[in-house]
């Protein structure tokens, strides 16, 4: 199996970084990667708060798109301030993936300062502790030249993806766009199922079949093997920029280390850490 031509990300952290996304938006030969950030107000906080209750089938995708076509005037090249709400979305939804969730995250540290506080389970002895983590201290892989850079890939299937009357052999990849998200299966509601949340990001990723641009759908994607599905996820997280949001700990019981996903649900993320109540479990 050939490896595919994966293009090689730098990593930095969110506060080495700033307010600047990690790919960027091309616009001619060159990314835009500037953003600006309002400050997040009780006037923002209400119109948030507007969207959630009349949202149908709110998903983290569609949540934190409004969030930041609320507190942010510009994302890259998107001056967003000067859109109807309807087009921020839709340019928002079409930015990178990782560009998008960097962006909510800077948010937050804008807004409420870099200091969180994370709860934790021990997988070893089932210890339940909170600690700070500082999100400045984020890992987040980056793309460091200017010029606009190719960044899809082809990829080989061993067994061939039976479907549509044919048996097709390469699919080609792209960047994942943030509508990726827009799927209750990323989100871990209702007991997440890995191989949903494999065919949600492969949907969004994949943007040619043997060459054809074919948007595929999930009745295609029934029918790739788990020997093929396993190798494009790998080669896929791989292709994955932004922030990295796993955090290392070490449990303050039994000692065992180990990793846990950064919980970035609107209502955990967005809460003031306080220092009066840190400590407390
Ligand atoms: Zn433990």
Known sequence: MP?????????????????RLPVGIPIGPQYVRDIEIRPFKL???????????RAQALTMGKLVSHILATLCPRLGPHQLAEM???????????MDMGDVLYAYIYTRVHALGPEMEIGFECPMCRH????????????????????????TFDYE???????????????TLGPIPWWGMDSPELEGMNGLNPALRDQALLRAG??????????????????????????????????????QLIV?????????????????SYDVFFKRFSRSLAGKS
């Not at 490896?3 to 969110?14: D, S």
């Not at 109807?84 to 079409?94: G, Y």
């Not at 500082?134 to 030249?145: P, Q, R, T, Y």
């Not at 067994?159 to 048996?167: A, I, N, P, S, V």
């Open 3 to 19: 490896t595919p031509n994966l293009i090689e990300y730098q990593t930095t952290t969110l506060g080495a970084l700033g307010p």
């Open 43 to 53: 006037l923002e906080e209400k119109q948030i708060g507007e969207f959630r209750a």
């Open 84 to 94: 109807k709400m309807a087009d921020r979305l839709l340019a928002i939804s079409q």
């Open 128 to 151: 339940t502790y909170q600690t700070t983590f500082n999100l400045n201290d984020v890992d987040v892989k980056i793309l460091e030249n200017d010029a606009v850079v190719d960044r």
């Open 157 to 171: 299937l061993r067994d061939g993806l039976e479907t549509r009357g044919k048996t097709f052999h390469t699919l």
């Open 206 to 243: 994949i943007t040619k079949v043997d060459g054809e641009p074919i948007q595929v759908t999930d009745k295609d994607l029934d029918e790739m093997t788990v020997y093929d599905k396993s190798g494009l996820m790998d080669a896929l997280s791989h292709t994955i920029p932004g922030p």
């Open 248 to 264: 290392e700990t070490a449990c303050n019981k039994c000692t065992q280390k180990y990793w846990q996903q950064l919980e970035w």
